[in-house]
């Protein structure tokens, strides 16, 4: 059996009861670079550890091989878990391990995580949702494929008030944030940059559409970009950098 399982977005009790059994219960671990190392200590005493670390968005090892590497500890062991940072089905790629497995008759098990789309921005203070402010979010990638020509991302649905969040779009704030003006959002409109979210390594910045690019260009990854005027209840609902320390010392 293989379970794709979602680690969470970093605080390690962040990850489901579900996720921890099966932790506890594996034979080979395959694991992301965004799947916090410590849930790595709960597997039991001879568990394999295999690491298919993947940078934001050069993949130190193709999923073609990731999917080939599970598959093969598949028929190796009775308990396999893919553990992936976040969710695994929210860019995650869990779909088409999933799909690989199906097409060896390899039985598998989905187990959601919680995602770093809504969960790093709660962290800091900023929910994805509003009475009163935006009654939807929308999460997007911000990495697109460099050989196509045209942009994949819809620019012009992005006209309305939906919070946006963009995973791995660090390296494209400056792009994003032109892209947003030119479709006519105000240049003053708020955007969130959170880097290693949930964890005591939090940093947040926020700015504008116009500046936030130069303000939050040396953060370190992982980081995603909020945009939107839910940005703005940070003032009130900070809460998890001021406990940091907390964390830090249990
Ligand atoms: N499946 C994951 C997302 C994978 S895409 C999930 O559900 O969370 C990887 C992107 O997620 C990163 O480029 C970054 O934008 C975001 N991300 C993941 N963990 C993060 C964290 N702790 N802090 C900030 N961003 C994070």
Partial sequence: MVYLTGAGPGDIELLTIKALRVVHEADVIIYDRLANPDILKEAKDGCE?????????????????INETIYQNALKYENVVRLKGGD????????????????????????PGITSAIAVPQ??????????ITVSFRVVTGHESKNKKESQIP???YKTD????????????????????EIGKPKDYPVAVISRGTTVDEKTVVGTLE??????KDLPTPALIVVGEVVNL???????RKKAYKYQSS
């Fill in 155 to 157: 620019w012009d649905n």
């Fill in 123 to 132: 962290y800091a203070g900023i929910p994805v949702t509003h009475r009163g």
């Fill in 234 to 240: 940070r003032k009130e609902l900070e809460w998890f």
């Fill in 162 to 181: 939906d919070t946006i969040i963009f995973l791995m779009g660090l390296h494209r704030l400056k792009h994003i944030s032109k892209k947003l003006i």
């Fill in 88 to 111: 695994p089905l929210v860019f995650g790629r869990g779909g088409e391990e999933g799909i690989y497995l199906h097409q060896r008759g390899i039985e598998f098990e989905f187990i």
């Fill in 49 to 65: 550890f295999v690491y298919v670390g993947k940078e934001d968005s050069h993949h130190s090892m193709p999923q073609e091989q």
């Fill in 211 to 216: 500046n936030i690019w130069e303000m939050a």
